[in-house]
């Protein structure tokens, strides 16, 4: 059985790793904890904020007076109100609503119910399904352009990144570290170089923004 560590004693390995210049997987990897581990130490380095998540947790359903035990969850950053049964059986006892299918919401599971939103979901999907398809014909002709082009020197793929300045770093995972990034796939060559977390988080904004 391994030994167990002090909170303090892994708050000065992980110091004295990162001022070694270690990222969080490579500390976690040889102190043999999870990158998880290693950032709740850092930002929990007395243990605070987990005592006071178990306090929370500790208390009594204030409708059934027994242990809640968290199995309800935490609603957004508040802890919960209520135990899981007593919140199932408020959801139970709400009116069941024609045409929807909410479960607890209260959806109704009726046959006319169930059909027809079954024939909601058939044209969403296949709506769905057409898009996607020629979204992704588009974008992969945009991607195959631009690395002919690259491979021909038509492109000249900058020593870093146009965002934020970041050298390249060569490949990163089997993928080049400065990517090209299409704002419109039907301008092939109309790109901007970009590494790797800085092309993950221009695709993220704009999900968010859409």
């Known amino acids: 059985m391994a030994e167990r560590v002090s909170r303090v004693t892994r708050l000065y390995q992980i110091t004295l790793l990162r001022e070694a210049g ?8 040889e102190l043999g904890m999870s990158v998880g581990g290693v950032r709740n130490v850092l930002t929990d380095p007395d243990g605070s904020k987990q005592k006071a998540r178990r306090q929370r947790y500790r208390r009594s359903c204030p409708k059934c007076d027994k242990p809640m035990d968290g199995s309800s969850g935490f609603n957004g950053r508040r802890a919960p ?12 006892s ?12 209260r959806g109704c599971h009726c046959r006319p119910c169930r059909d027809a939103y079954a024939a909601y979901m058939r044209g969403r999907y296949a709506a769905g399904k057409k898009q996607n398809r020629q979204e ?6 945009a991607y195959w352009i631009t690395n002919q082009a690259i ?3 038509d492109l000249v793929v900058p020593d870093g990144c146009e965002r934020c300045g970041a050298e390249d770093r060569g490949t990163h995972n089997g ?6 990034h299409h704002e419109d796939y039907s301008k092939p060559l109309d790109v901007i170089f970009l ?10 904004e704009a999900r968010v923004a859409a």
């Open 22 to 29: 270690l990222t969080h997987q490579e500390i976690a990897t």
């Open 136 to 141: 992704r014909a588009e974008r992969s002709r």
């Open 195 to 204: 590494c790797a977390p800085c092309h993950k988080a221009v695709h993220k």
């Open 81 to 92: 109100t209520q135990c899981a049964s007593c919140a199932a059986f408020e959801a139970r």
């Open 175 to 180: 993928r080049r570290w400065i990517q090209a």
């Open 94 to 105: 709400k009116p069941i609503q024609h045409g929807t299918r909410n479960g607890y919401g």
């Open 151 to 153: 491979k021909a020197g």
